[in-house]
């Protein structure tokens, strides 16, 4: 028996075949070709399954969120088939008796340097769509997986880590749990997860080795244990938590269609987080009240160019009109620290957690933020829309951003295009200095929403994405704590709700402190719904203390 141990982020047992996270092989060396021919027939398997690869995405684009974002993988097939991009890669294998990888790799570097010479900006972006056609047809030649799983059934993944892009782009079916050498519980690895209900382990560290690819694995997100070949006895022990979790999630199923309040009647607004409208399912399924968080960075981190504003409208409006009237929290466009994306070209900062991410990239690009907030106020006439702003240390950035608001209301207006004008406007209170300052911000907005996953980050001094803090990471550190509590006494002494979208709101050992300090609405992934609601429905509010802020 070979035991690993990492940190359990996400609950459950599983077992399923190991299998590791392709990433493309970016080093392409220039061989040789022992046989010309062979090299073309390769070549033209690879260009025809981009085709295949292409069409397939666009059809998905188009009935998922619309025209126009289909036009994107249309462009890409009609790169793959370009007379002059052919034509280059053909005269490299000929000229230089090469493998096609290099002949192919050599002229999409060739196209992507003259795209980005040219003058008209819209031009110089279709260099990041030639180095992807590019890429796509290399990962083809090279047996690279889209979705990064080449395998018919499906499997544990196992990674080093993976980048909020990579997890984007996953063919989520094919998943049975995760398992990565690095991260930590607030991870995407973890927080997707957890969205889709499956066991997680991070931190697995060395341990985890590619030679174990396609062995029979057990894990256990709890005990954040992987097993090969176990005994016994740990198989029977495993066997009888996987029979307790189905008949707990039978129980669960009874909490569906009931209210979430306490048994003296204490209301609690039970919502869900989401990173795609693809998830909206999940929130349907678990019976989530409304969405407290719609991280909209998925529409930023799938591209290779800004996504449009008709391309964010569908997304939106689909997410909104699916909810059917209930509350759509979209926050807005939080990028920076470790969601990167290549073409907002920013410079590379020291320490990027506290640079230029989140609001401050929409304050300091106006015209990014007007488009994201046009299809915003646009798919609030679709439904109960309500946006949030991310990251806000000061109320001078509120104001900027009301006012951007107001200016795109009055576009709309003289546009004749409908939108809610009482769209609830939030912010996230994620950074100390918001808490310091809570009641001056709470008199300009509708809402507020801890981040605890920044706010416990900022709080204590302690990075999200390292594993190895240990105890010095600690989200139920009573200056945290109070720093929820600071928020919402503020919050309520304007009249307006608060609510809880980081992590911990689904902790439910803390759900007597909530209760205590007087949150309003706990956001969570959907999975986490039921458990919680069960919780709810078991406790007394007037009960519930606040020892856990004592130091
Ligand atoms: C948070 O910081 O708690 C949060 C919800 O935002 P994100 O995890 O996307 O930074
Ligand atoms: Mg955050």
Same mark, same amino acid.
């Given at each position: 028996?070979?035991?690993?141990?990492?940190?359990?982020?996400?609950?459950?047992?599983?077992?399923?075949?190991?299998?590791?996270?392709?990433?493309?092989?970016?080093?392409?060396?220039?061989?040789?070709?022992?046989?010309? &021919?062979?090299?073309?027939?390769?070549?033209?398997?690879?260009?025809?399954?981009?085709?295949?690869?292409?069409?397939?995405?666009?059809?998905?684009?188009?009935?998922?969120?619309?025209?126009?974002?289909?036009?994107?993988?249309?462009?890409?097939?009609?790169?793959?088939?370009?007379?002059?991009?052919?034509?280059?890669?053909?005269?490299?294998?000929?000229?230089?008796?090469?493998?096609?990888?290099?002949?192919?790799?050599?002229?999409? &570097?060739?196209?992507?340097?003259?795209?980005?010479?040219?003058?008209?900006?819209?031009?110089?972006?279709?260099?990041?769509?030639?180095?992807?056609?590019?890429?796509?047809?290399?990962?083809?030649?090279?047996?690279?997986?889209?979705?990064?799983?080449?395998?018919?059934?499906?499997?544990?993944?196992?990674?080093?880590?993976?980048?909020?892009?990579?997890?984007?782009?996953?063919?989520?079916?094919?998943?049975?749990?995760?398992?990565?050498?690095?991260?930590?519980?607030?991870?995407?690895?973890?927080?997707?997860?957890?969205?889709?209900?499956?066991?997680?382990?991070?931190?697995?560290?060395?341990?985890?080795?590619?030679?174990?690819? /396609?062995?029979?694995?057990?894990?256990?997100?709890?005990?954040?244990?992987?097993?090969?070949?176990?005994?016994?006895?740990?198989?029977?022990?495993?066997?009888?938590?996987?029979?307790?979790?189905?008949?707990? %999630? =039978?129980?669960?199923?009874?909490?569906?269609?009931?209210?979430?309040?306490?048994?003296? /009647?204490?209301?609690?607004?039970?919502?869900?987080?989401?990173?795609?409208?693809?998830?909206?399912?999940?929130?349907?399924?678990?019976?989530?009240?409304?969405?407290?968080?719609?991280? *909209?960075?998925?529409?930023?981190?799938?591209? *290779?160019?800004?996504? !449009?504003?008709?391309?964010?409208? &569908?997304?939106?409006?689909?997410?909104?009109?699916?909810?059917?009237?209930?509350?759509?929290?979209?926050?807005?466009?939080?990028? /920076?620290?470790?969601?990167?994306?290549?073409?907002?070209?920013? %410079?590379?900062? &020291?320490?990027?957690?506290? /640079?230029? =991410?989140?609001?401050?990239?929409?304050?300091?690009?106006?015209?990014?933020?007007?488009?994201?907030? =046009?299809?915003?106020?646009?798919? *609030?006439?679709?439904?109960?829309?309500?946006?949030?702003?991310?990251?806000?240390? !000061?109320?001078?950035?509120?104001?900027?951003? %009301?006012?951007?608001?107001?200016?795109?209301? #009055?576009?709309?207006?003289?546009?004749?295009?409908?939108?809610?004008?009482?769209?609830?406007?939030?912010?996230?209170?994620?950074?100390? !200095?918001?808490?310091?300052?809570?009641?001056?911000?709470?008199?300009?907005?509708?809402?507020?929403?801890?981040?605890?996953?920044?706010?416990?980050?900022?709080?204590?001094?302690?990075?999200?994405?390292?594993?190895?803090?240990?105890?010095?990471?600690?989200?139920?550190?009573? +200056?945290?704590?109070? #720093?929820? %509590?600071? +928020?919402?006494?503020?919050?309520?002494?304007?009249?307006?709700?608060?609510?809880?979208?980081?992590?911990?709101? #689904?902790?439910?050992?803390?759900?007597?402190?909530?209760? +205590?300090?007087?949150?309003?609405?706990?956001?969570? !992934?959907?999975?986490?719904?039921?458990?919680?609601?069960?919780?709810?429905?078991?406790?007394? +509010?007037?009960?519930?203390?606040?020892?856990?802020?004592?130091?």
């Amino acid at each position: 028996m070979i035991l690993i141990q990492g940190k359990g982020v996400s609950k459950g047992v599983t077992k399923g075949k190991l299998y590791f996270f392709q990433r493309p092989d970016t080093t392409i060396e220039k061989k040789a070709a022992a046989d010309l &021919e062979a090299e073309k027939a390769r070549l033209a398997d690879a260009q025809a399954k981009a085709m295949d690869q292409l069409t397939a995405l666009a059809e998905k684009c188009r009935a998922e969120a619309g025209d126009e974002s289909a036009v994107l993988f249309e462009t890409h097939a009609m790169f793959v088939e370009d007379d002059d991009y052919v034509e280059t890669i053909m005269d490299t294998l000929e000229e230089e008796q090469c493998n096609a990888e290099y002949a192919v790799k050599a002229a999409g &570097e060739q196209f992507a340097a003259m795209f980005a010479a040219m003058d008209d900006a819209y031009m110089q972006a279709r260099a990041a769509d030639i180095g992807d056609v590019t890429q796509r047809i290399l990962n083809n030649l090279m047996g690279v997986a889209e979705g990064g799983i080449d395998s018919d059934e499906p499997v544990i993944l196992a990674a080093d880590d993976l980048a909020p892009s990579e997890t984007l782009q996953l063919d989520k079916s094919k998943i049975l749990g995760f398992i990565t050498m690095g991260g930590s519980g607030n991870s995407h690895t973890a927080i997707l997860a957890r969205t889709m209900g499956i066991p997680a382990i991070c931190g697995a560290g060395e341990a985890l080795k590619e030679s174990y690819q /396609g062995r029979l694995a057990y894990i256990d997100g709890e005990t954040g244990k992987l097993i090969l070949d176990p005994d016994e006895l740990t198989l029977a022990a495993l066997k009888d938590k996987y029979e307790k979790q189905m008949e707990h %999630k =039978r129980l669960l199923e009874t909490m569906k269609g009931q209210e979430d309040v306490t048994l003296d /009647g204490r209301k609690m607004m039970l919502y869900c987080n989401i990173g795609s409208p693809e998830d909206v399912d999940a929130v349907i399924t678990n019976d989530g009240q409304g969405i407290g968080l719609f991280r *909209s960075e998925f529409l930023y981190l799938a591209a *290779s160019d800004y996504p !449009s504003e008709d391309e964010q409208f &569908e997304a939106y409006r689909k997410v909104a009109a699916a909810m059917n009237g209930k509350r759509v929290v979209i926050r807005t466009l939080d990028i /920076g620290a470790d969601k990167q994306v290549d073409y907002f070209e920013m %410079k590379k900062e &020291e320490n990027p957690a506290m /640079g230029v =991410r989140a609001i401050r990239i929409c304050l300091n690009r106006p015209e990014v933020f007007r488009t994201q907030l =046009r299809a915003l106020y646009r798919a *609030s006439a679709y439904g109960k829309v309500a946006i949030m702003f991310p990251m806000i240390t !000061s109320v001078w950035e509120v104001r900027e951003c %009301k006012r951007a608001c107001q200016k795109v209301m #009055a576009e709309l207006e003289a546009e004749g295009i409908p939108y809610n004008k009482d769209t609830e406007i939030g912010i996230m209170i994620e950074t100390p !200095s918001s808490v310091f300052v809570a009641d001056a911000l709470a008199k300009e907005v509708d809402f507020f929403s801890v981040g605890t996953n920044d706010l416990t980050q900022y709080t204590l001094a302690c990075d999200r994405q390292a594993n190895d803090l240990g105890k010095f990471f600690d989200p139920h550190h009573p +200056a945290v704590l109070r #720093a929820l %509590k600071m +928020a919402t006494d503020a919050a309520h002494a304007a009249g307006i709700w608060i609510g809880i979208c980081g992590e911990l709101g #689904a902790d439910i050992s803390l759900l007597p402190t909530f209760l +205590a300090i007087g949150i309003d609405e706990l956001s969570v !992934s959907p999975t986490s719904v039921l458990p919680l609601r069960a919780e709810i429905r078991k406790s007394i +509010a007037k009960t519930c203390t606040l020892e856990k802020l004592e130091c």
